[in-house]
């Protein structure tokens, strides 16, 4: 099935709430969705993406890599494993792509289309998100003990796994697959792993699980010395997600502040706020940007909730996926108001659909996702600046 084509599904509508115009890149019967906006599904150059679909697997929700070019439409098959991927990343040029199969990781060169198998797992540990330094020399891979709880639909399992997971590794392991280094031991729930953008010896990872319940979520790791850093030290009432490394190689992050657990659920209630008289006058929620020592640069007060934040190139402009629509936000102004883009109308069921806008390289586009039709996830895209 590798190098197999698919005919343009692409079709255009217009926004029934803002009037935009808004691409849908999938449909038919096969479930689609991007990678994780840390990863962002965008090559640079801006001219395709590489996403996830079950279409021609034996099995739903078996999922492989697939290639579509922007301007056509046109859909390539890149990966044909038969039980499908569970883990994926590639290089922001897409030259690379990594995968786990079972308890086996592989690379992919897009170029050669030869792959190959870099590391085995061969412990008492589930493998996350792996994540590529950016010199392409080695892969970072969180890998937590087994502990006999499975991640759920609508977050179930997330605390309970917080809680019973006691023992965690950071490994390296090298592109070429000669050898694999484990970097850090923790006692918590690891995931998030992510390098800098332009040091292959920094990175950031986060403690998993429900935002008030971490004690300090985002942490600073050296791969020369192995220290680990706190990097912005929380404080009681933070609950603080959805870190992501910007540009220029600072880090954003979201603090819902007090007693907030980060989720929202096909319940759609909890990543919501009514009016800003619901918030409490030392509660403000806020979105900031911190340098490597964990030093604020920019704090933006947002009386309200987005599920998701992504920041365009220089960080001026957000997107966000509230409950019904992505928004807007200018990050210019004192006090940002969301201007809705358009609507989104995904179901939050799980991780697959909920919405993740990603900004392209250029910050021209933004891609997300949704099962608003059939409950089949598609893909979506939106030119910025139209007239």
């Given at each position: 099935?590798?190098?197999?084509?698919?005919?343009?599904?692409k079709k255009t509508?217009?926004?029934?709430?803002?009037?935009?115009?808004?691409?849908?890149?999938?449909?038919?019967?096969?479930?689609?969705?991007?990678?994780?906006?840390?990863?962002?599904?965008?090559?640079?150059?801006?001219?395709?993406?590489?996403?996830?679909?079950?279409?021609?697997?034996?099995?739903?929700?078996?999922?492989?890599?697939?290639?579509?070019?922007?301007?056509?439409?046109?859909?390539?098959?890149?990966?044909?494993?038969?039980?499908?991927?569970?883990?994926?990343?590639?290089?922001?040029?897409?030259?690379?792509?990594?995968?786990?199969?079972?308890?086996?990781?592989?690379?992919?060169?897009?170029?050669?289309?030869?792959?190959?198998?870099?590391?085995?797992?061969?412990?008492?540990?589930?493998?996350?998100?792996?994540?590529?330094?950016?010199?392409?020399?080695?892969?970072?891979?969180?890998?937590?003990?087994?502990?006999?709880?499975?991640?759920?639909?609508?977050?179930?399992?997330?605390?309970?796994?917080?809680?019973?997971?006691?023992?965690?590794?950071?490994?390296?392991?090298?592109?070429?697959?000669?050898?694999?280094?484990?970097?850090?031991?923790?006692?918590h729930y690891i995931?998030?792993?992510?390098?800098?953008?332009?040091?292959?010896?920094?990175?950031?990872?986060?403690?998993?699980?429900?935002?008030?319940?971490?004690?300090?979520?985002?942490?600073?790791?050296?791969?020369?010395?192995?220290?680990?850093?706190?990097?912005?030290?929380?404080?009681?009432?933070?609950?603080?997600?959805?870190?992501?490394?910007?540009?220029?190689?600072?880090?954003?992050?979201?603090?819902?502040?007090?007693?907030?657990?980060?989720?929202?659920?096909?319940?759609?209630?909890?990543?919501?706020?009514?009016?800003?008289?619901?918030?409490?006058?030392?509660?403000?929620?806020?979105?900031?940007?911190?340098?490597?020592?964990?030093?604020?640069?920019?704090?933006?007060?947002?009386?309200?909730?987005?599920?998701?934040?992504?920041?365009?190139?220089d960080n001026s402009?957000?997107?966000?996926?509230?409950?019904?629509?992505?928004?807007?936000?200018?990050?210019?102004?004192?006090?940002?108001?969301?201007?809705?883009?358009?609507?989104?109308?995904?179901?939050?069921?799980?991780?697959?659909?909920?919405?993740?806008?990603?900004?392209?390289?250029?910050?021209?586009?933004?891609?997300?996702?949704?099962?608003?039709?059939?409950?089949?996830?598609?893909?979506?895209?939106?030119?910025?600046?139209?007239?």
């Open positions: 099935m590798i190098g197999k084509t698919y005919p343009s599904e509508y217009k926004d029934a709430k803002t009037g935009k115009m808004v691409t849908q890149l999938t449909s038919g019967e096969s479930n689609n969705f991007q990678l994780y906006f840390t990863d962002n599904s965008f090559t640079l150059g801006d001219k395709d993406i590489y996403f996830l679909s079950d279409r021609g697997s034996e099995k739903p929700e078996q999922y492989n890599f697939f290639k579509m070019e922007l301007d056509s439409g046109i859909i390539t098959q890149i990966t044909d494993e038969k039980q499908g991927l569970t883990k994926y990343t590639k290089t922001p040029d897409s030259e690379y792509l990594i995968y786990t199969v079972g308890n086996l990781m592989k690379k992919l060169n897009t170029r050669t289309m030869e792959s190959e198998v870099i590391y085995e797992e061969t412990g008492n540990y589930t493998m996350g998100g792996p994540f590529i330094s950016p010199d392409k020399k080695y892969v970072g891979i969180p890998r937590n003990e087994k502990v006999g709880l499975v991640r759920g639909a609508n977050y179930a399992g997330f605390k309970e796994m917080m809680y019973a997971i006691k023992n965690s590794v950071i490994t390296f392991a090298y592109m070429d697959g000669s050898r694999a280094l484990d970097v850090h031991e923790s006692t995931n998030h792993f992510q390098f800098s953008p332009d040091d292959s010896s920094v990175a950031l990872f986060c403690h998993e699980g429900p935002w008030n319940l971490v004690q300090q979520r985002m942490w600073m790791l050296d791969a020369v010395s192995r220290k680990v850093t706190p990097c912005f030290r929380q404080e009681e009432d933070d609950s603080i997600g959805h870190e992501f490394w910007t540009r220029e190689g600072n880090i954003f992050f979201d603090n819902r502040r007090k007693g907030h657990d980060g989720t929202i659920t096909s319940d759609r209630t909890q990543a919501t706020v009514e009016t800003v008289h619901d918030i409490e006058a030392d509660q403000m929620p806020y979105v900031a940007i911190v340098d490597r020592k964990g030093e604020v640069l920019k704090k933006v007060e947002l009386p309200y909730y987005c599920n998701h934040y992504h920041a365009n190139t402009l957000l997107v966000g996926d509230e409950v019904d629509d992505l928004v807007l936000i200018d990050m210019t102004q004192e006090k940002p108001v969301p201007q809705t883009l358009c609507y989104h109308g995904t179901s939050w069921y799980d991780g697959r659909r909920h919405a993740h806008p990603c900004f392209s390289w250029n910050g021209e586009l933004i891609l997300f996702a949704s099962d608003r039709d059939d409950n089949k996830n598609n893909l979506y895209l939106i030119e910025l600046d139209q007239e």
